[in-house]
C-alpha cells in the first residue's frame, strides 16, 4: 500500500512562507501526476497545484505566482512552496498521487494544516 505523508504546516501570518512536503513511500516518478489539495471545514477539497511525471506544472488561478510545486525524485518528495500567504489560504492540505496507466489507483495523505493569520 502506497503511504503518503505530508509535513511543513503550521501558524504563520499573512505575507509569510512555508514549505509543505509529500514524501511517498514508492517512486514518485511511478505515478503520473502528484497533487496538492486543500480543504476548509464544510467545503469539497480543491485543487491546488499539480506536477505530472513530465514535470508540466498546473495551479489554481487563486495561487498562480505565488506557490510553485515542485520535487526531489531523489528524496521520493513533493514540495510546495508557499509564498505570500493570505487568510483565504488557510486549510488542511493533502497530498494525492495518481496512476491512470494500468488500473488507476489514487492515494492520499493524512493531510497537514495551514493556518493564515491576519
Known amino acids: 500500500q502506497v503511504q503518503l505523508v505530508e509535513s511543513g504546516g503550521g501558524l504563520v501570518q499573512a505575507g509569510g512562507s512555508l514549505r509543505l512536503s509529500c514524501a511517498a513511500s514508492?517512486?514518485?516518478?511511478?505515478?503520473?501526476?502528484i497533487s496538492w489539495y486543500r480543504q476548509v471545514p464544510g467545503t469539497q477539497r480543491e485543487l491546488v497545484a499539480v506536477i505530472t511525471s513530465s514535470s508540466n506544472r498546473n495551479y489554481a488561478d487563486s495561487v498562480k505566482g505565488r506557490f510553485a510545486i515542485f520535487r526531489d525524485s531523489a528524496k521520493n518528495t513533493v514540495y510546495l512552496q508557499m509564498n505570500s500567504l493570505r487568510p483565504e489560504d488557510t486549510g488542511v492540505y493533502y497530498c494525492?498521487?495518481?496512476?491512470?496507466?494500468?488500473?488507476?489507483?489514487?492515494?492520499w495523505g493524512q493531510g497537514t494544516q495551514v493556518t493564515v493569520s491576519s
Open positions: 514508492e517512486s514518485i516518478v511511478s505515478f503520473n501526476t
Open positions: 494525492n498521487a495518481m496512476r491512470i496507466t494500468g488500473p488507476v489507483s489514487g492515494y
